[in-house]
């Protein structure tokens, strides 16, 4: 039975994935903290992305771009302009929501706030989603800067740069991965829709006549990231974007989706960009950004295939596909089936008791595995107990280290999924946990 969202929640508070921001304080409404669990996880998710996009490709590389930026590179984007949701006031309980997240009552017709039901609300007006801040000791016009809503535009402008040091030429892309800042209206499903969040995107730079190509390929590319390190395939769907959806530089748009606890809800999206931002850029900074290509003796503006995934909401979507419950033993337990490569811990090391005799063995064990794989190491409670936790926060194998150990220098691995044990020699541990992992 797939699980409720009340179920991440509590799993993601009690084992250390996820904490509610500045919770001594009442809390910061839609921020949260990722504990010594979710950054581990958060970052696998991350470096799965990077691997998939960079490190196994030879057309792709890597840029870290700054939050902050100048008001002229929004103005030429377009988001001062149109980055705007409709926003509505309730009179009634001064609550404020998105207009096109209400529908209207079947039975009046009317639009009702979700908050108190009445209908004595604003007209719908823009409203800006840009942080705007200032740099420098002087807050006026002058000094006027705001955070990043979308890492892609610092591709945009290192464009040149990229192009002359890194020698690609198109098809190439650059990759990123960053903190962007959207101050929405209506945040809410835990960490699905927060005001700070961290974005992977590509941008891939292509000759215009293949645009189509690049854009079909990537839309199957991405949808299969997802796939090939657990989520479902019947979870997931791959939604084109209907006329009145695209974006003001998008001349094709597709979603991944997940099915969430509350409905369908994007993963990433992929956009073809056509060649608005570059030439937006070219007309507002005097600055050609274009490609030569020697061979035709051609000069042209690259189209730009971008497939952009939310980190946060990628790994909260990892959290429900693993979420599982079954009985062992006539024991109910919870357990997180993550792939290896997404689990904050990849092995746990578990002494039977906390005797000297024991302690010493089972450390030498964890210096065997530490270099290779994220490791726990836990002594405290009974066996049974640890194996329980170590499920649930989805580690996938268990080293215990018994007192037979100090007689054969062998261990006990302990699968999670199947909870099958097997003994294997401390001299060919290494090995046989880089088999089982898959690392």
Known sequence: MPPEMDDIVRLSKQRGFIFPSAEIYG?????????????????????????????????VVG?????????????????????TDPLIDCRNCHERWRADHLEASPTDGKLHCPNCDSTDLTEARAFNLMFKTHAGPVEDEGSVAYLRPETAQGHFVNFLNVLQTSRKRPPFGIAQIGKSFRNEITPGNFVFRTREFEQMELEYFVPPADAGKWFDYWCRERFEWYVSLGIPRDTLRLRPHEAEELSHYSAGTSDVEFRFPWGWGELEGIANRTD???????????????????GSNERYVPYVIEPAAGATRTMMAFLLAAYDTDEIGGEKRTVLRLHPRLAPYQVAVLPLSKKDTLVPVAEEVLGLL??????????????????????????????????????????????????????VPIDALVAEVGSRLGI
């Open 276 to 294: 608005y931002d570059l030439k937006a850029h070219a007309a507002a900074s005097g600055v050609k950004l274009e490609y030569y290509d020697q």
């Open 27 to 59: 809390g910061f409404r839609s921020t949260y903290d990722y504990g010594p669990l979710g950054v581990l996880m958060l970052r696998n998710v991350k470096n799965e992305w990077w691997r998939s996009m960079v490190q196994l490709r030879h057309d």
């Open 370 to 423: 530490q270099p290779m794989a994220m490791c726990d190491y836990d002594e405290t409670q009974s066996i049974g107990r640890r194996y329980r936790r170590q499920d649930e926060i989805g580690t996938p194998l268990a080293v215990t280290v018994d007192f037979e150990t100090l007689e054969d220098r062998a261990v006990t691995i302990r699968d999670r999924d199947t909870t099958d044990q097997v003994r």
């Open 63 to 83: 840029l870290d771009a700054a939050i902050l930026s100048t008001p002229r590179i929004w103005e030429a984007s377009g988001h001062l302009a149109n980055f």
